[in-house]
C-alpha cells in the first residue's frame, strides 16, 4: 500500500495518516527489513535518496553538502516556508544509514555497476559524517538543531522528550546518540568494503582505522559498567545520558559490542524491565519519564524490536530471537495481522490484548517491514552476492511453525526455493532438487 512507483523506483512512503510522504530514516529501514528477500526496494531508495542530496549549508532546512533527506512534503506551510519540511535535512542517523543500506546492498546482490553510479553520493555522505565527527570533541556523529523550527532531537527518537539524563535534566547539543554512532562505525566499514572491490586499497584502509577508533570510543564513553548497559546519549558538555533505552539494542546490529557486553544488552532487554511480553519498550520500567503511554519513553515500536532482534542474531542470542519474534506476531493478531507505527508498553496480562496507541500510523511501513526482519533473524540467513552463497546459521523457526518454503528467492541471476523444516529439536534447511545449482547453500546447525 505505501510503495509509489517514483522516477527514481519503488519508494515506501513512511505511513498513514501522519507520514504519507518520503522519509529518509523510515524508507531506508524498510529497505533493510525487506532487503533479503527483494532488492528492488533498496535500489529505489538508494536512488531516490542519492537525488535528493543536500549539496548546500541551510540552517533554515538544517542542510550541509552530502547530508541525506529526512523527509519531504507538500502543503500551504512548506510552500511559504513557514515550516522547514518541504526537503529538510534535520536527522543525524539518515546520512550513516544511506552508507549502511548501499553496502548491504551490494553484498546482498553483488551489483557494484549500480554502487558505481553512487559512489559520488556515497563519497559526499562520508565526508558529512567525517566532518560531524571532527567537528566533535571526541570523534562522535551529534546533532544540534540550527533554528527554531527545526526538530530538537533529530535521531529516531525525535520527540522532544526522548533523550534526557537521569535526573531528568535535558541535555545541551551537540547530543551524540549511542545507535547513531554505531550506524556510523558500520557505514565506515561498509565504504571500506566496498572501496576494497573497486580497488582502492588505500582510502578503505583509511575508512577501516577510523571505523576501529570510533569504536574504541564508544566502548569507552558509553559503556555504564555499574549498570552493565550502555547509557543514550552523550551531551554538548561530554557528560553521558545514563539512561537505559532501546537504543542499545539498535546498537547490537551495528556489530559494536563485545560479547560479553552484547550478552548483558541482550538479557537486560528481555527482561521484565524492557520487554512487555509484545516486544521490547523503548525505555525501561522505572527510568525518569517512564511512561507506557508516551511516543517514546516506555511504548513498543515493531520496527526498533526487529533491529534488536536482528542485532541479538548477531551474537548468537537465537531464543531471544524467537521470543521477540513470536510477541510480535502475537501482537499483530491482536491488530488484524497489521502492525502499528507504535503501541503503548504495558506489561502483558493474560487475557489482555496490546494497548493501542491512539494516534499511530495504520500501515506504517517499517512496522510492517519487521516482519521480515524477524524472520531473517530467526532463519539466521544472510546472501552473499559476491560469492553467490546463501548462508544459513543455526535456523530456527518461529513457535507453531514446523515448515516454511521460501520460493523465487533471488541469488544474483538464479531464482531458488528454500525449505526450512523442523526435525525433532533441530530445523533442517535444504533447496529443492535442481533449484540451487549455481548457488551454494551453506548451513551451520
Not at 211 to 231: Q, V
Request: charged share 20%.
Amino acid at each position: 500500500m505505501l510503495t509509489s512507483e517514483l522516477p527514481t523506483g519503488p519508494y515506501p512512503y513512511a505511513g498513514i495518516p501522519w507520514f504519507s510522504a518520503a522519509f529518509g530514516r523510515d524508507a531506508i529501514v524498510t529497505a533493510l527489513q525487506t532487503l533479503w528477500l527483494d532488492s528492488a526496494i533498496a535500489r529505489g531508495v538508494l536512488s531516490f535518496l542519492a537525488h535528493h542530496q543536500a549539496t548546500e549549508t541551510s540552517s533554515f532546512q538544517d542542510a550541509a553538502p552530502g547530508k541525506i533527506l529526512h523527509e519531504s512534503r507538500k502543503g500551504e506551510m512548506t510552500a511559504l516556508r513557514e515550516l522547514p519540511f518541504g526537503r529538510y535535512y534535520g536527522s543525524v542517523d539518515t546520512t550513516p544509514l544511506f552508507v549502511l543500506l548501499a553496502g548491504a546492498y551490494a553484498e546482498r546482490t553483488g551489483d557494484l555497476e549500480f554502487i558505481d553510479g553512487l559512489w559520488p553520493a556515497l563519497l559526499a555522505a562520508t565526508a558529512w559524517i567525517e566532518r560531524v565527527g571532527d567537528a566533535h570533541p571526541h570523534g562522535f556523529v551529534g546533532y544540534a538543531r540550527a533554528t527554531e523550527t527545526g526538530l530538537s532531537n533529530q535521531a529516531w527518537k525525535d520527540s522532544d522528550d526522548s533523550v534526557f539524563h537521569a535526573d531528568g535534566r535535558f541535555p545541551v547539543g551537540p547530543i551524540a546518540t549511542v545507535e547513531v554512532q554505531g550506524f556510523a562505525y558500520a557505514a565506515l566499514n561498509m565504504m571500506a568494503q566496498v572501496a576494497e572491490r573497486r580497488g582502492e586499497a588505500m582510502i578503505a584502509m583509511r575508512w577501516r582505522v577510523h571505523a576501529n577508533t570510533l569504536r574504541a570510543l564508544i566502548e569507552e564513553r558509553f559503556w555504564m559498567p555499574e549498570l552493565h548497559f550502555y547509557g543514550i546519549a552523550e551531551d554538548g558538555a561530554g557528560e553521558l545520558c545514563r539512561v537505559r533505552t532501546s537504543n542499545a539494542g539498535q546498537l547490537l546490529y551495528s556489530g559494536v559490542p563485545d560479547p560479553e557486553r552484547a550478552r548483558q544488552i541482550c538479557q537486560q532487554l528481555l527482561s521484565p524491565s524492557f520487554n512487555s511480553g509484545w516486544g521490547i519498550r523503548t525505555l525501561a520500567e522505572g527510568e525518569t519519564y517512564y511512561n507506557p503511554m508516551s511516543y517514546h519513553n516506555g511504548s513498543v515500536w515493531p520496527h526498533d524490536t526487529a533491529l534488536c532482534a536482528a542485532g541479538f542474531a548477531q551474537y548468537g542470542e537465537r531464543d531471544g530471537v524467537v521470543r521477540l519474534a513470536d510477541e510480535i506476531f502475537e501482537a499483530a493478531v491482536h491488530f488484524g495481522m497489521r502492525l502499528p507505527e507504535l503501541f503503548c508498553g504495558f506489561a502483558r496480562t493474560p487475557g489482555t490484548p496490546p494497548i493501542a496507541y491512539p494516534v499511530a500510523c495504520l500501515p506504517q511501513a517499517w512496522a510492517a517491514g519487521s516482519a521480515f526482519m524477524l524472520l531473517q533473524a530467526c532463519l539466521g540467513l544472510r546472501i552473499d552476492g559476491w560469492r553467490r552463497e546463501i548462508c544459513i546459521d543455526e535456523p530456527r523457526l518461529p513457535a507453531g511453525i514446523d515448515r516454511l518454503t521460501i520460493e523465487n528467492l533471488a541469488v544474483g541471476a538464479q531464482r531458488i526455493t528454500l525449505q526450512f523444516r523442523r526435525v525433532e529439536q533441530r530445523v533442517v534447511a535444504y533447496t529443492e532438487d535442481g533449484s540451487g545449482a549455481a548457488v551454494s547453500v551453506l548451513v551451520h546447525a
